[in-house]
Nanobody
């Protein structure tokens, strides 16, 4: 049974930093693309970042490029999202997700397992 458990969310002031973690179990972590998405109240789910199965290729959404960094540590079955220079518009629930086998996509429909989400709130 695949499980993804996010942690690290919280309340931070604008300009601050947070690091989110996503611990995975029940899957061969090293062979899948992993990604972070986010969803703010009243808005559609938005792609944030993804990292390929080898942990070498990364892709970011335009709104977070240059501020966020995704990484994965296969030995710990964990993917991270380092978020710097946070803005109030980054406030959302952040979700970790696993892509379908063989895919590298920013489309949420290509992800078959999702965590429960962790709230990030950035105050101005």
């Amino acid at each position: 049974q695949v499980q993804l458990v996010e942690s690290g969310g919280g309340l931070v002031q604008a300009g601050g930093s947070l690091r989110l973690s996503c611990a995975a179990s029940g899957l061969t972590f090293s062979v899948y693309t992993m990604a972070w998405f986010r969803q703010a109240p009243g808005k559609e789910r938005e792609f944030v970042a993804m990292v390929n199965w080898r942990g070498i290729s990364t892709t970011y959404g335009d709104s977070v490029k240059g501020r966020f960094t995704i990484s994965k540590e296969s030995a710990k079955n964990t993917v991270y999202l380092q978020m710097n220079s946070l803005k109030p518009e980054d406030t959302a629930v952040y979700y970790c997700a696993r892509a379908r086998a063989g895919t590298y996509s920013r489309e949420s429909k290509e992800y078959d397992y999702w965590g429960q989400g962790t709230q990030v709130t950035v105050s101005s």
